[in-house]
DNA sequence: CTGGGACATGTCCCTAGGGACATATGAGAG
DNA sequence: CTCTCATATGTCCCTAGGGACATGTCCCAG
C-alpha cells in the first residue's frame, strides 16, 4: 500500500495529473520505487473516492490535475509517524549471488562485470542529479532538501552494490577442502 | 518467477523438504529475499509436476524430501546465464524519505535513529555470519564460497543504509529561500 | 498415558503489480 | 487539410505474494 502514499506525498508538493505523477516515478523513483501508469489512474481514482485527494481542474487532451486534500495531508503524515516502516527488501542479484557456484568461471567473471557496471552507472546518474541539486537547479525548497537526501540514499547503495560487484571478481572461485 | 529458481538452487545443494528450505529462506534470506511456506510447497509441487525436482523420500509427520532433476538443474543454469536479470529494487524507506519535508524535525530525528539502529543490527548480523563462515564453521564447499559473497553483500548494503541514515540526521531540515 | 509443543504440509482469499491492449485529443509537420 | 506523434487516461487479465486458517504427526514432559 505505498504507492497510495507516494502519490499523496508528491500531491502535498502541489497539483498534478496522474500523467505527472508518473513521470515523476519513473524520473526520481524508478529504481527505489516502480510504478506503472494503470496502477497510478486506479489509484487516484480510488483516493479521490475517498477524499484524500481531489479534481483540481480539467485541462486539454482530458487531463485531470489532483489536488490533495486536508485528510489526504493528514493521512500521509499519519503513514509517515504512525505506521510501521517495511524494510522488505527483494533484490534478485543477491538471490543470485548464492548460486554462483552453479556459474563456471568465466560466465561469472562476464556477470559481475556487468552488474559492477549496471550499478556505477546508476550510481553515477544520482551523483549527477546531486551535484545539479547541490548547484541549486532545483531550488532550496524543504522538498527539494528532502530530495536530496533520497539521492544520497541512491548514490550510497549503487555505490556499495558497484563496489560489491567488483569486489567479488577478486574472491577465488572455490577452495580445495579443508586441510583438516 | 525468482522463488521458483531459488527454491532449484537450494535443491542443487542437496536434497530437502519444503520445512529445511522454509528454514534456509528464513534463516539466510530473510532480509533479501523473503518467502512464506504456503508458496513454497505451491512451488515445490509445481516444480514436481514438471519434472524440475521429485520426491526422494518420505520421512516421519509427512515429511517430503526432494531432490534436483538433471532437468532442474539445467533450468537453473539457464537462469544464472540467459535469463536478464531483475534490477527493480523496492525500498519503502527510500520512498519514505522523499516525504520527509512533511514531518516535523523531532520525530523525523527519532525515525532516522531508529532506522540506523536497525540498519546497523542487521549488518551485525552479517557481520557474524560472515565471521562464523570465515573461520570455516560451514566448510569451505564452493556453495558457502557463494553463501560468503551473498552475506558480503549483506553487509555491505546495510552498512550503506545505517551510514545514510546517520548522515541524513545532519542535514539541515530545511534552507531559507536561495540568497539570490 | 495424556497433553502441549515443535515438526510438517497444505488450502483459501485477497491485494499489489506487470504487461498487453484500447482510446481520445491536441499540436505541429508537410 | 491530413497525418503522425506526443499527451493523457484508462481496461483487462494474469501471476506473485501476504496472511489467516486448517490439519496431521511425532516427541517429550509431567
Redesign the pocket.
Known amino acids: ?3 497510495r502514499h507516494g502519490l499523496l506525498g508528491l500531491l502535498a508538493e502541489g497539483p498534478a ?3 505527472d505523477l508518473a513521470g515523476r516515478f519513473t524520473e526520481l523513483l524508478s529504481s527505489v520505487w ?6 497510478i ?2 489509484e ?2 480510488k483516493l479521490a473516492a475517498e477524499g484524500l485527494v481531489e479534481v483540481e481542474s480539467e ?6 490535475a489532483y489536488r490533495i486534500t486536508d485528510a489526504g495531508i493528514a493521512e500521509v503524515k499519519r503513514w509517515l509517524t504512525d505506521v510501521e516502516v517495511d524494510h ?1 527488501m527483494r533484490l534478485q542479484p543477491l538471490l543470485r549471488s548464492l548460486f554462483f557456484w552453479l556459474m563456471d568461471t568465466d560466465e561469472l567473471q562476464r556477470h559481475l562485470e556487468a552488474e559492477a557496471r549496471y550499478y556505477r552507472e546508476l550510481e553515477q546518474n544520482y551523483r549527477d542529479y546531486a551535484a545539479r541539486k547541490d548547484r541549486g537547479e532545483f531550488g532550496y525548497s524543504e522538498q527539494t532538501q528532502s530530495m536530496r537526501v533520497t539521492i544520497e540514499a541512491g548514490i550510497r547503495l549503487y555505490s556499495a552494490l558497484a563496489d560489491w560487484a567488483e569486489w567479488a571478481q577478486t574472491v577465488p572461485p572455490a577452495k580445495p577442502a579443508k586441510p583438516s
Open positions: 500500500m505505498s504507492l495529473s496522474g500523467y516502480p510504478a506503472q501508469h494503470p496502477k489512474y486506479a487516484l481514482n485541462g486539454p487532451r482530458r487531463r485531470k522488505t
